[in-house]
């Protein structure tokens, strides 16, 4: 489907015929917390339903069908991350499968274990490891970057004292989905990785719609995103590499066995064969071979830095605007997911506004970023404005 991009730039009229929700009298700046679906993502649904309606694994014709999609999906997958099928797991979102992920660990980790958990992360990745620590007794480490809201990027110097020879289990956001700033995943790859047996899960959720991701390049042990945010249905994606999966305890049936992949490991049943087909849709639209998708990625980056650039050069002119961390547009350094405050204004009173004025589709909140937002940003029930865009 590479028909978006024009001598290596987006064209956005192209991009725009691929979205029927654009046609309606709405600007979605809230695309964070969920994206415009395809139109070839909804077709494919609706054929799935309507032609491959059965159970997978059958001998009979609709049968093998409906399998075949299936696995297209599970490769689909695969491909838009770098991996191997079997380093990947569909569930019904990232919370989920990190959940699943934390029980399989359950009965791994030593009572001597240390976990370090990223305080500025969605609660999807946070919530299921420290309740794996207060079950199991481990000793779970807080990694909070800074107490300075124009300073809280993740980073491997600010990672280095918390790690010890205890270490298992490092979890962290590639970008927040409140700040927007791009962390060096690979560095701090790198340097978990100097603990001998310690490993590194990732939340991808905010980065993945921005930049391609490539696990095998990034050095990760998990990494996990929701295609809802990459435009395609109410589904997500777990990688878990083959070394790590020696630490992964199946969830599955007891007759699965050996469990030889990820998906028969932790899926249970959860990923929706419907949903599973649309992913080699999403594939196609950015692109038919990897060098094409690499063009299209380059392409999204530049236009979301001319879009993130004319909102940020507005914010950073006002002296009563606070933007949270990262106030540069450059596209090295962030993701167009803006957060800010106005000095007397609450975070509602301010989106109201926008809402009575234009069709702009934004919001307040703190995102399933609580504790970022409590104990770093601003504390109470409002949060946070944000404005998230994406280059559809």
Known sequence: MADIVVNGKLDVEAVRSHFPALKQNQVFLDNAGGTQIL??????????????NVQLGASYNIGQKATQKYNEGLKAAADFINADVSEIVIGPSTTQLFANLSQSF?????????????????????SSWVRLAK???????WWTPSSSPSDLKLTAANLRPLLSDKTKLVTCTHTSNILGSIHDIRAIADE?????????????V?????????????GVDFYSFSWYKVYG???AALYASSSAQTHVSSLGHYFHTPATTLSTKLGLAASS??????????????GSSASARKETWAAIAAHEETLQTILLDYLNSREDVTVYSERSADK???????????????SSEIVEAVDGMSDFGIRWGHFYSKRLVDQLLVPGDEGVVRVSMRKK
Do not use: Q
């Open 135 to 141: 079950i199991r007794n481990l000793t779970l480490k």
């Open 332 to 346: 090295a350094l962030r993701v167009p997911v803006i957060s800010f405050s106005v000095r007397g204004k609450s």
């Open 206 to 218: 905010a980065f993945a719609p921005h930049r391609e991701v490539n696990v095998e390049a990034l």
């Open 106 to 126: 359950a009965l791994c980790f030593p009572p001597s274990a240390e976990i370090i958990v990223s305080s500025i992360d969605h609660e999807a990745n946070i």
């Open 39 to 52: 139109s070839d993502a909804i077709n494919s649904i609706r054929t799935y339903l309507e032609e491959t």
């Open 192 to 204: 978990v990785h100097k603990v001998e047996g310690a490993m590194l899960c990732v939340d991808g």
């Open 233 to 235: 249905p109410h589904i």
């Open 273 to 286: 064969y419907e949903l599973v087909s649309t992913i080699p849709t999403l594939l196609s639209y950015f």
